[in-house]
């Protein structure tokens, strides 16, 4: 039972570069969800996706872009990486919706720095 | 704007006492509030969920209290052991559903 998935582990990227985090749950779980952790600043939403095919805006979705590919998948973009994206980024997945909701299962994480 | 509010100072205790841990919020009326641990260099585990409409919520040795008067939900671990030492973090559902904000958690040291 892998849960979620998240690739890479590590990154290192210099300012101006493009890459993707990948992300994926087999859970069969509808929503999906991205946060960055900086410390002193706690887990802030980035982007979620509710069901397949919908993705909306969290709280800090400026500099990124986000992929909902399928049920499994959700992808986090960066198309020009800048030194206030360094930071450790968590996918999470969940069941729920209309008045069931569950806790989030987290990945264990991609540790990104720009230069 | 919405506050989550956590101790940020590192709560010690001994081993086998009692460890508490608080959350506070403003600006929010959660539908939901949750609590994970997170171990260095790991993504959170989700422990513990409770209602609007509990107040107390139990599993194991955790207990969680939830009073949206007092805009306060406390975290507590019965016998705590040395493995129990690790980070919580209080979260807070909207009632749409769609958004979980999470506080900037406390760091719990338990002590042989």
């Known amino acids: 039972n892998a849960g979620v998935t998240q690739t890479p582990k590590f990154q290192v990227l210099k300012t101006g570069q493009s890459m993707t985090l990948q992300c994926a749950q087999d859970?069969?779980?509808?929503?999906m969800y991205w946060y960055r952790q900086d410390p002193g600043m706690g887990l802030r939403l980035i982007y979620y996706?509710?069901?397949?095919?919908?993705?909306d805006k969290g709280e800090v979705p400026n500099g990124y872009n986000v992929s909902r590919l399928n049920k499994r998948e959700f992808s986090l973009r960066l198309e020009s990486a800048a030194p206030s994206q360094t930071s450790v980024y968590f996918c999470?997945?969940?069941?729920?919706?209309?008045?069931?909701?569950?806790?989030?299962?987290f990945g264990s994480g991609t540790r990104l720095t720009v230069v | 704007s919405q506050k989550i509010e956590q101790n940020s100072e590192a709560l010690n205790i001994q081993e086998g006492k009692t460890a508490t841990l608080t959350c506070n919020y403003t600006?929010?009326?959660?539908?939901?509030l949750q609590w994970y641990r997170q171990d260095p260099g790991r993504g959170p585990v989700f422990l513990l969920l409770?209602?609007?409409?509990?107040k107390e919520k139990r599993k194991e040795r955790l207990k969680v209290t939830f009073d949206t008067t007092l805009k306060q939900s406390l975290f507590h671990i019965t016998a705590s052991q040395p493995a129990d030492s690790a980070t919580y973090l209080c979260?807070?559902?909207?009632?749409?559903?769609?958004?979980?904000?999470f506080g900037g958690g406390t760091r719990l040291m338990v002590k042989p």
């Open positions: 999470a997945s969940s069941e729920g919706g209309g008045q069931r909701y569950y806790g989030y299962t």
């Open positions: 859970m069969n779980h509808n929503s």
């Open positions: 996706s509710a069901s397949e095919g919908t993705t």
């Open positions: 600006n929010y009326s959660p539908a939901y």
């Open positions: 409770i209602r609007e409409n509990e």
């Open positions: 979260a807070l559902l909207n009632n749409a559903g769609n958004m979980l904000t």
